[in-house]
């Protein structure tokens, strides 16, 4: 059984919901899981960058004697990353760009049994359909989990945006009718997490 940790992103406002979430992660692993850390979301000259700052991160919020170990996902190697790792973080950034490279394998296959954790975008491939925070619009995710999702709910994100504020109502509003409007919202706030195991 795949155990998915769906995010909605902003961790870095939240410390102990960070902590929370990583320990989640981890959670009936062993003492030193592996973990692949995947930047897919963002431009690839950032993803070292990101990885050390993550990891150093991650691991001040592990309990004693609990010690992963990461490592950074790379296209090219990321079926055989993914077979020697323990779970998977998908950091989030953009949407579509993250949507053109998770698109290229079959990831309930390649994943099966691991800890899939999303955060932000992250979260939102991994769903049916979502309503997205940069691009503010409704769109399909790969369609993993049969459910909707709103990262970022009733946030500040993007308030500086030369679009305005989000309207978070009008957003679930379209979401609700977008695609399949049987399926559950899960519009959650910034740090908190759902988990779905299938």
């Known amino acids: 059984m795949t155990?998915?940790?769906?995010?909605s992103g902003g961790l870095k406002n939240f410390p102990e919901k960070a902590k929370k979430f990583n320990k989640e992660i981890v959670k009936k692993l062993s003492k030193t899981p592996n973990i692949l850390l995947c930047y897919f979301a963002v431009p690839r000259e950032?993803?070292?960058e990101k990885?050390?700052?993550h990891a150093d991160h991650f691991l001040?919020?592990?309990d004693e004697g609990v010690k992963p170990k990461f490592e950074l996902a790379l296209p090219d190697k990321f079926i055989d990353q993914m077979k020697n790792n323990d779970a998977i973080i998908i950091h989030g950034g953009d949407d579509k760009l993250l949507l053109?490279?998770?698109?290229?394998y079959n990831l309930p296959e390649i994943w099966e049994d691991k800890v899939v954790a999303g955060s932000s975008a992250g979260s939102d491939v991994l769903v049916k359909q979502f309503w997205t925070s940069d691009w503010r619009q409704?769109?399909?995710g790969l369609g993993i989990l049969p459910i909707?999702?709103?990262p970022h709910y009733k946030s500040s994100y993007g308030q500086d945006d030369p679009?305005?504020?989000?309207?978070?109502?009008?957003a679930y509003k379209k979401l609700e009718k977008y695609g399949n409007e049987s399926l559950p919202i899960h519009a959650l706030e910034e740090g908190d997490f759902v988990i779905i195991e299938q």
């Open 60 to 62: 001040e919020t592990m």
């Open 163 to 170: 679009r305005g504020s989000i309207d978070w109502e009008g």
């Open 51 to 53: 990885f050390a700052r």
């Open 138 to 140: 409704c769109m399909d």
């Open 46 to 48: 950032h993803w070292e």
């Open 3 to 7: 155990k998915y940790i769906l995010n």
């Open 148 to 150: 909707k999702f709103i």
């Open 100 to 104: 053109y490279w998770l698109k290229q």
